[in-house]
């Protein structure tokens, strides 16, 4: 059974961030930080980007989509905002893989790169977590990382970094030629959290 949500407009914060959906008087400030990023750190990151296609309409359009896409219970879209002066740092989006029996769901997100290094990523991928359990009543949650990216391999210590941390995700291994990007077949190496390994860590 699908989650019923009629206005997505959760709101989570930390001690230096909030994330919550983006929001239409958002537009100045997250096209501000896309054109400010700095130049690509690496060949997987994007670094700077022509925005010139995204007008405000655009962007309104896009707010709507990510309530809709909301609404049916696809996936959930959440802006990473600095908590003391407002400022777009990112993205996540936690996506619905099943429903029913299986509660499970899968989670990315992005930091913008002149944002990087700063433990902004840590910050708020911990707090998705809450947001993923709590509030959108997942019961298993994924991150999948492209081992095909050189980059990842940065992203990969990041992350069981992270995780280590927390103290409840479980490294599920890698999955070889398992993942189609463009016309070539990626590796994915799995975590997963469950939620009764979160309801232990945040009772610790």
Not at 9 to 27: F, G, H, M, N, S
Request: net charge negative; proline share 1%; with cysteine.
């Amino acid at each position: 059974m699908k989650l019923k949500v009629e206005k997505f407009d959760y709101i989570a914060e930390t001690e230096r961030l909030v994330i919550r959906p983006l929001q239409k008087d958002d537009y100045e400030n997250w096209l501000n930080e896309f054109e400010n990023r700095s130049p690509s750190q690496h060949r997987h990151d994007k670094g700077k980007i022509d925005m010139s296609e995204c007008t405000l309409d655009w962007f309104h359009d896009l707010v709507d989509r990510h309530q809709e896409l909301a609404r049916t219970d696809a996936v959930y879209v959440f802006g990473v905002f600095r908590k003391h002066d407002g400022t777009h740092l990112g993205m996540i989006d936690i996506a619905t893989l099943a429903r029913d029996h299986f509660q499970w769901g899968s989670f990315g997100y992005t930091i913008h790169n002149q944002y990087w290094r700063k433990g902004y990523g840590k910050e708020a991928v911990n707090e998705a977590f809450h947001l993923a359990f709590e509030h959108l009543k997942f019961h298993r949650i994924e991150a999948h990382i492209n081992l095909d990216k050189q980059g990842n391999f940065i992203s990969r210590s990041s992350l069981f970094s992270m995780f280590v941390e927390y103290s409840s995700f479980c490294d599920e291994g890698l999955l070889l030629q398992n993942w189609l990007l463009t016309s070539t077949i990626g590796s994915l190496h799995y975590w997963r959290l469950m939620i009764a390994l979160y309801l232990v860590a945040t009772v610790e």
